[in-house]
Each structure stands twice: as C-alpha cells, then as structure tokens.
C-alpha cells in the first residue's frame, strides 16, 4: 500500500499568480499534524490524501527468505517510482486519476 498526502494550502511566499507558482503551491508527502486532523473542520479540503493498493496472490510469492527479501525490495522501489511519478504529475498541474494504471495494465 502506498499512501501519499497533499497539502493544498501550504505557506507560500511569493505571487500566486504566476504560473509557476500555482504549479508548485502544493506540498508534498506533508501529511496533517495529529492536532490538525482532529481540530480542523476542513481538513479534507486542504489535504488530499490518495492510496494505492496492490493485491498478490500468496502462491505468486517466493518461497525462500532470499527470494522474499529480493521480491519486497523490488516492490519498494515501485512504490518510491510511483511516487515520484504522482509528484511530477502534481507540480505539472496533472490529474492523478490515471496514476500507475498503465502498471497496471501491463500486469500478466
């Protein structure tokens, strides 16, 4: 599971205006402190919080220690690509709707 949190309103300085800046108003990975999720009424409007799960049959996984731990890392690094691949969506102004489909699509 890949859990990946937005900050919508983060503190920004500079001009809001620009072009860049709208691209890059978002913080990202800066989930909500403890406090702010229990005392902020809105803060399902400031953060956006996605998840992406991924489900494997027992009997695809390796049997041997070695071929688990090799197998677990490989899915680390895609969770890491995946994302980069949201962040880059974001500061592009992209939709994550589509976010690793594509993976998924090409899943034997």
């Given at each position: ?64 220690e070695a071929g688990l731990r090799t197998w677990l890392e ?23 709707d589509d976010l690793g489909k594509e993976e998924e699509n090409?899943?034997?």
């Open positions: 599971m890949t859990v990946a949190y937005v900050d919508t309103q983060p503190c920004h300085l500079g001009s809001a205006s620009s072009e860049k800046s709208q691209r890059e108003d978002f913080a990202f990975q800066s989930p909500p402190t403890f406090v702010q999720s229990v005392l902020c009424p809105d803060v399902g409007r400031r953060w956006k919080t996605l998840v992406h799960v991924r489900r494997f049959e027992l009997g695809d996984l390796p049997d041997d490989e899915r680390w690094v895609e969770k890491g690509e995946l994302l980069e691949e949201l962040k880059g969506k974001l500061s592009r102004g992209e939709s994550w090409n899943v034997e």
